[in-house]
C-alpha cells in the first residue's frame, strides 16, 4: 500500500469524501483548463478554417456549431505532476516553473503533459501537437531563400541623405506581392486613421486612411497581440500583424523571441493562405513598441523568424519555400548592414536560433 493509500485509510469517512472531492474537482478544473486552451486555438485557426472552405467550395459551420473545433475526444488524460506552455512547447514537472509561468514568453502555463492540438495549413487537419514536426527541424533551406532588401514593403527606401527612393516595383493586387502592415491593436478595433509610422504611410497608400472600419474578416481574426489576418484590398494584398508591444509589456529577451515567434508564424501561415507570390515582410515591432530592445531587434528579429519556421510543419514550411520571394524590407538605410550582418550568421547556421 502506497503513503497517500496509508494517509486516506486513517482519516475519518467524512474527511476522506471530502478530500476526494476536491481531488476530483482540481482535475475537473485542469481538464476545463486545457479544453479552454485548445478553444482558443480553435478561435485562432477559425478564419484558416472558414477560407479553406470556401475555397472547396464546402459549408462553413456556424459558430455554435463550431465544426472544426477541438472536441472532448481531442483532450488527453490529465497528469497534475506535469504542467506545459503549448505556445513555446515546454513542459515541466511540479512545482516547477516559478510561480506558475512560463520561462520562455512570462505567462501563466496550463496543467498536464503537453498534447495540445494544432490546426496545420498544409493538410487542413487538426494534429497534435508533438505530431507536428517541431523539434530539432532543418529550417535552413526556408531561411535560404528569405532575402534582405533595402526597401520598405512599398518598394521605397529612406537614405542615409534623408530622402525616399524608389528602390522597387509597388505592391499592386496584379503583382502578386503580399505585403506586412505592422499594426496596432487600437487601430485594428477602431480604424486606419490615426496610425502612426510605417501603417500610417501604408494605410494612405492603399486609399483606406479615411474607413471607419477594417474589414470584418480582419477585426475578428486579430483580437490581440501576435495575431495576423491577410485581406485583398482593392490595391493590394495586406497581412495585418499586431506585434507584442514591449513598452507597455516590459518582459525578458527571451520572452520577446517567443512572442515575436508567434506572431511571425502567424504571418507566414496568413501569407500560405493568401495564394500571393512573394511576401514583403518586415522587422515587427522593431521601431515604436521595441522599448528597451530597440538596439537588439536586429538580432531578435532573425531569432524569432528561425523559430518561427521551426514551429511551423514540414507541411507548411515545404509551401513557404514554393514561393516566388520571401523578403525581409529594411526602409531605413543605415539599419541595412546590422541586418546583414546577422543575416548572414543565421543563414550559414541553421542551428543558431532562439539563444
Not at 209 to 226: L, M, Q
Not at 246 to 270: G, H, M, T, W
Not at 296 to 312: F, H, N, S, W, Y
Amino acid at each position: 500500500m502506497d503513503t497517500f493509500s496509508v494517509a486516506m485509510a486513517g482519516l475519518s469517512e467524512e474527511k476522506r469524501k471530502k478530500l476526494q472531492k476536491s481531488a476530483y474537482i482540481k482535475i475537473c478544473a485542469a481538464r476545463a483548463g486545457i479544453y479552454q486552451e485548445l478553444r482558443k486555438e480553435a478561435e485562432r485557426m477559425r478564419p484558416f478554417v472558414i477560407r479553406r472552405k470556401k475555397a472547396e467550395g464546402a459549408r462553413v459551420a456556424s459558430r455554435d456549431e463550431e465544426e472544426e473545433g477541438p472536441n472532448e475526444a481531442m483532450l488527453a488524460e490529465i497528469d497534475l505532476n506535469y504542467c506545459h506552455c503549448a505556445d513555446c512547447n515546454k513542459e515541466w514537472k511540479v512545482p516547477n516553473p516559478a510561480d506558475g509561468k512560463c520561462t520562455s514568453c512570462g505567462y501563466e502555463v496550463s496543467d498536464g503533459r503537453l498534447a495540445s492540438h494544432k490546426y496545420d495549413v498544409s493538410d487542413g487537419q487538426w494534429v497534435q501537437g508533438n505530431q507536428r514536426d517541431r523539434t530539432g527541424c532543418n529550417t535552413s533551406g526556408v531561411f535560404s531563400k528569405i532575402s534582405l532588401v533595402p526597401y520598405g514593403v512599398l518598394g521605397w527606401q529612406f537614405t542615409k541623405a534623408g530622402q525616399s527612393v524608389k528602390r522597387a516595383q509597388e505592391p499592386t493586387l496584379q503583382s502578386g506581392i503580399a505585403i506586412v502592415d505592422p499594426a496596432g491593436m487600437p487601430y485594428i478595433r477602431n480604424g486606419p486613421k490615426g496610425a502612426k509610422g510605417a501603417s500610417e504611410a501604408l494605410y494612405r497608400w492603399m486609399g483606406i486612411w479615411e474607413d471607419p472600419n477594417f474589414p470584418d474578416e480582419v477585426r475578428a481574426a486579430i483580437r490581440g497581440p501576435c495575431r495576423a489576418c491577410f485581406h485583398e484590398y482593392p490595391t493590394c494584398i495586406c497581412i495585418h500583424v499586431v506585434g507584442p508591444n514591449f513598452n507597455d509589456e516590459p518582459c525578458s529577451r527571451a520572452q520577446a523571441i517567443e512572442r515575436l515567434k508567434v506572431a511571425y508564424e502567424n504571418v507566414f501561415l496568413e501569407f500560405i493562405f493568401s495564394k500571393a507570390k512573394t511576401l514583403r515582410c518586415l522587422p515587427v515591432s522593431s521601431a515604436n513598441f521595441a522599448g528597451i530592445f530597440k538596439g537588439e531587434m536586429p538580432r531578435i528579429t532573425m531569432d524569432a523568424v528561425k523559430g518561427a519556421l521551426a514551429q511551423m510543419s514540414e507541411g507548411e514550411r515545404r509551401k513557404l519555400a514554393n514561393a516566388e520571394k520571401l523578403e525581409m524590407c529594411i526602409y531605413n538605410e543605415d539599419e541595412i548592414q546590422t541586418y546583414e550582418n546577422f543575416f548572414t550568421i543565421f543563414s550559414r547556421n541553421s542551428n543558431v536560433f532562439c539563444l
